[in-house]
């Protein structure tokens, strides 16, 4: 390549750096570069993430319930944590996303209050819980709400100024193993809560959500994205001013998962697009802003073929890509 191109210029120097310019121009502007974390050997589905700030290490929930931690290149992955208060090695490591065990547990949302080292944890059978910076075993802060016990903790965030946290349980009704179930009947019978961090108390904020899959608060705990899984939508919850307690609709990409805020105050959406002409799904992740508008979309078809995504979650300028269909967390540069 080079020797041709010195070639070139000999011959057309004028033409030669237009042409230059255009290739350096192009390739900024196009290149892309994924790579892939690989989880340890029976190590699958990873769902969310939480960095812990300025490292690259972080916490994943897999899908035979143990909390992983990524400590870096060469160290890898340790087992980090669990909620299942019976949980043993032999009987779950390396359960699959498709058959997840009560049993075993299924840690889902992850989220890291930075002040405390306090990670909060949504564990589909065994609800909301905490853990400390040694990590074991999920300290259990609660298990219902308003007399209703939470079938189906899906996905946690924190607001990092006050300490408090928003969390939601996907149905009332369905678990994690009847989610065809709960798709195909319409349940709305997912709900918001928040953990109030000085009191303890866990106060229901929102109702009647159709798979209420992801959730993320704004820096100034103004309001809540959360994106409804089953009925194809993200909506905003109002959290405080006069539009309290209501919500608008801002967003209907279909498939929504989890939602992460950037440092900008835009939001990371994992969704998927569907193929024209076609049933088939195309796993992407949107920046969207606080009113819902699209600001990005990236395209993950190329890493993920149809399978879906659960999060894309931007941390030191690379987007960071959770799937419980692969055994991998993906890293995206732009
Ligand atoms: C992975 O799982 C298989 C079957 O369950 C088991 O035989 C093997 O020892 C496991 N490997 C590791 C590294 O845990
Ligand atoms: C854990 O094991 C104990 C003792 O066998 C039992 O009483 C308890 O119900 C078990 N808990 C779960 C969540 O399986
Ligand atoms: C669920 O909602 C969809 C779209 O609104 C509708 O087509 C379908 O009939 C509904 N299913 C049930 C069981 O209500
Ligand atoms: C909303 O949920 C409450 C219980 O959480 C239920 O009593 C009520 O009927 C639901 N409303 C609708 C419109 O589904
Ligand atoms: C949600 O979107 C998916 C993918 O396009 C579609 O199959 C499903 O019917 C939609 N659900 C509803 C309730 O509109
Ligand atoms: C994904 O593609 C495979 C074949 O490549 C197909 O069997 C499967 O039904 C597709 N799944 C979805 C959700 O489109
Ligand atoms: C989102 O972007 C749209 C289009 O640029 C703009 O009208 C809207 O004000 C933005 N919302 C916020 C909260 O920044």
Redesign the pocket.
Known sequence: MATSIMRVHTLAAPLFSTFIFLLCFSSTVLSVSFSKIQLPPNATGPEALAFVSGTGQFCTGIADGRILKYQGPTTGFVDFGFA???RSKSVCDGTDTANPK??CGRPLGLALHHATNRLYVCDAFFGFGVLGPKGGQVTILSTGADGEPFRFCNAVDVHQRTGDVYFTDSSAVYDIRQIETAISTNDSTGRLMKYDFKTEQVTVLFRNLSGAVGVAVDEEAKFVLVSEFIINRTIKIWLQGTKANKFEIINLQPMPDNIKRTASENFWLAAAMIKQGTQSLVPIGQRINASGTVLQTVNFERWYGNKSISEVQEFNGLLHVASRLVNFIGVYKH
């Open positions: 299942a208060p019976n009560p049993v």
